[in-house]
């Protein structure tokens, strides 16, 4: 498929009829260039909020000492984003529903501004520790604000704007650009001089981002799949499909269904707090061993930048490869993960540079490529984009406070050889990791979503097929998007022409100007079109027929 202009898109194969009431019901599936325009906005939004909450992280212990706080308050300056993003997530949805996915951006941006410069405030050297810190406590806070909502959106825009084939690279582009921010965060923090230059410069790097809100767009004139023309479903009709009360047709679940989303909630949760946790507890696990702030930085992006390259490769070949394996890929990389996790507890020594970064490697690979994978299937599980998307991140977040409350108060006393050690807090942390990640084996996760978008496609194939097979001509008023067909070729230019008909190339008839100009190209040869035309009247009826039984299975379970 490809694109011609913006609201302009080839595609192979129409509806065709010929008259409109031939075909009043059809819907157009079509893809607009301005579709990476709002993706570029996420993405910039999304590694900026990524920043503010690991920016603390490697410089946790400078930062207490020039502000005259504690460890345990410096903490809480990433804690707190935690904290505002378990009921923030479940906003979103509610004010994306009722407002749009542009409206919700711009909240979002704005409290990401306001945030850098009150955290700024709190730098004046005039205000006492205990002032500065409330400064900079709030401006964490309305930059927790802000977070949730570049990442929850994120299978909600991909199913608005994108296709199957590009669906869940468009999820995996949003929700890595969290991840890049909190590698840049650790990268750059410690560059800094002092912490408090360092707030100056994640301030300015937060205004510059801002104006990328104007780069997003509600949803396109049409959508570009079945499940994209459906209106988003609520937050309240996923949690009575959970407990099994009563919800209309389509956010209706299954047993099984609701088992593989709790299971997916549990794992997720688990591997998702457990990388929170390891962005602001990554200076307290290594500096008691002797490593240094900025080998912790480092420890930490190897792990964001590993995993973000591992989701580039994986996340297109998952959309046009691997189509239908979500769930095998789960059952192979999470166990690999909760290892790595657990062998933490003894790689954390002194002196072992190089296994820390293998460790980290193998978890980032793992951790993040499967970040993407999670979100889809949840959507695949529940056909609710932004309910699943809340649920998810609520649960990683709540994780991530859990183990960063408990971690913090298994930390060794001052006595202990060495001094403030974390191996306690390891073993909790690789424990609570492995529990987690043991159930995803109990994962079933039929991707419905996607099957019951393919039967559609096919349905339309095969009734266009049967159509464009006769020699007669013939004029196109469906709006669809489906598999090309060898012999007909179709361009649909969404243009209007105001006051005056327009000639069709190939095709002699004129339509009036307030329908859309329609470019039909036929194939010159007519024994195509015959050959074409036997070969889909043969198994136009089967193809119907075994259509129609995989539509109603998929309903059934």
């Given amino acids: 498929m490809s694109n011609l202009a913006d609201g302009q898109v080839t595609i192979p194969s129409v509806v065709l009829a010929e008259d409109v009431q031939d075909a009043p019901d059809i819907v157009e599936y079509r893809l607009y260039k301005r579709r990476f325009s709002g993706l570029l906005g996420f993405i910039i939004l999304g590694i900026v909020t990524g920043m503010q909450w690991s920016w603390f992280g490697p410089i946790a212990t400078n930062t207490a000492d020039e502000f005259g706080i504690s460890l345990g308050q410096v903490n809480w300056l990433g804690n707190i984003t935690f904290c ?24 979002g941006g704005f409290m990401l501004l ?8 709190g730098t004046v050297r005039s205000l006492s520790p205990q002032s500065a810190y409330v400064l900079l406590f709030f401006g964490q806070l309305f930059g927790a604000i802000s977070q949730p909502v570049f990442q929850v959106l994120a299978p909600m825009f991909s199913e608005r704007w994108f296709d199957l084939r590009g669906r869940t690279t468009a999820t995996m582009a949003i929700v890595i650009a969290n991840p890049i921010g909190s590698a840049l965060g650790q990268l750059l923090s410690p560059l800094m001089s002092t912490p408090r230059q360092s707030i100056l410069v994640l301030g300015i790097i937060s205004t510059a981002a801002f104006p990328a809100i104007l780069l997003i767009f509600d949803s396109p004139p049409s959508p570009p799949t079945y499940s994209g023309s459906k209106p988003p479903l609520s937050l309240m009709s996923l949690c009575r499909a959970m407990l099994g009360i009563s919800v209309s047709k389509e956010a209706r679940m299954s047993r099984r269904e609701r088992a593989d989303f709790v299971i997916m909630t549990l794992a997720f949760g688990g591997l998702a707090g457990a990388i929170n946790a390891l962005s602001v507890l990554s200076a307290q696990w290594f500096e008691p061993v002797g490593y240094s702030d900025t080998t912790c930085g480092f420890l930490g992006a190897t792990l964001f930048l590993s ?14 490869v691997f189509t239908h394996i979500m769930g095998a890929t789960l059952k192979v990389l999470v166990p ?14 002194p002196n072992n540079t190089a296994a820390l970064y293998v460790l980290m490697v193998i978890i980032g690979g793992c951790s993040v490529t499967m970040l993407p994978l999670a979100l889809e299937l949840g959507v695949e599980l529940t056909r609710n984009a932004n309910g699943s998307s809340a649920v998810l991140w609520c649960c990683g977040n709540l994780f991530g406070i859990i183990f960063i409350l408990v971690e913090g108060a298994l930390r060794a006393p001052s006595t202990a050889d060495p ?13 609570v ?13 039929k991707q419905a979503r996607r099957e019951m978008d393919e039967v559609m496609i096919e349905d339309i194939a095969s009734s266009s097929g049967a159509d464009a097979a006769g020699s007669r001509p013939v004029r196109q008023f469906g709006k669809t998007n489906i598999p090309p067909l060898e012999m007909v070729r179709t361009t649909i230019s969404a243009k209007y022409v105001g006051g005056l008909s327009e000639d069709l190339p190939g095709d002699p008839q004129k339509r009036p100007s307030d329908q859309r100009t329609t470019e039909i190209t036929h194939s010159s040869e007519r024994e195509e079109h015959e050959k074409c035309g036997r070969a889909y009247n043969d198994g136009h009826i089967q193809r119907q027929q075994s259509n129609e039984t995989r539509r109603r299975s998929i309903e059934i379970s």
């Fill in 84 to 107: 505002i993003f378990l009921p923030a997530s479940f906003l979103v949805p509610v004010i994306s529903s009722r407002y749009g996915i542009r409206r919700c951006s711009e909240m």
């Fill in 114 to 121: 306001i945030s850098a410069w009150v955290r700024y405030a």
């Fill in 307 to 320: 995993g973000i390259s591992a989701a580039v490769i994986s996340a297109p070949l998952f959309d046009r």
């Fill in 336 to 349: 690999i993960v909760s290892l790595a996790w657990l062998s933490l507890i003894w790689a954390v020594t």
């Fill in 419 to 431: 001094p403030y050690n974390m191996h306690d807090a390891l073993i909790f942390h690789g424990c």
């Fill in 433 to 445: 990791v492995m529990v987690c990640g043991s159930c995803i084996f109990f994962l079933r996760a």
